[in-house]
């Protein structure tokens, strides 16, 4: 039994990316599609598909690297925890690196990335930071 579903898709991501997979795979869900598409709005991944499979559907997402090879991805680590959840105005939202990497939020809106969230003017559940 799985008790964190999105840790497990940002560990899936992690070692992808570390043996340089071109994609990854993991069981489908809804959060797990809004942080997917946060990823490919903000340029971390080329696409996501959604592949039918039995007994669960599996969400495919295909890796993005540089032109030399390097990683997009160098860091990708859990904020809210569900031991310990982290909840964010969007006036308290802080730049990731100086704007070189993302938070993911889950709003009242959807998931979306920090930017997005300051210009919309929403707070949330501060998913996931990436860099």
């Known amino acids: 039994m799985m008790t964190d ?27 797990k599609k809004g942080v997917a598409d946060v990823l ?37 680590k859990r904020v809210s925890k569900p031991g310990r959840r982290v909840y964010s105005k969007s006036r308290e939202l802080r730049p990731i690196l100086q704007g070189l990497g993302i938070s993911v939020l889950s709003t009242s809106r959807g998931v979306v990335s920090d930017r997005e969230a300051r210009q919309r003017n929403l707070g949330g559940e501060i998913l996931c930071e990436i860099w």
């Open 5 to 31: 579903p999105i840790a497990d898709m940002l560990t899936r991501i992690r070692n992808a990316v570390r043996i340089e997979r071109p994609h990854v795979d993991m069981p489908v869900s809804k959060v």
């Open 40 to 76: 490919k709005r903000e340029g971390y991944i080329w696409d996501w598909t959604e592949v039918e499979d039995q007994p669960v559907g599996q969400l495919r997402l295909e890796l993005k690297y540089g032109p030399n090879g390097e990683r997009l991805i160098r860091h990708i």
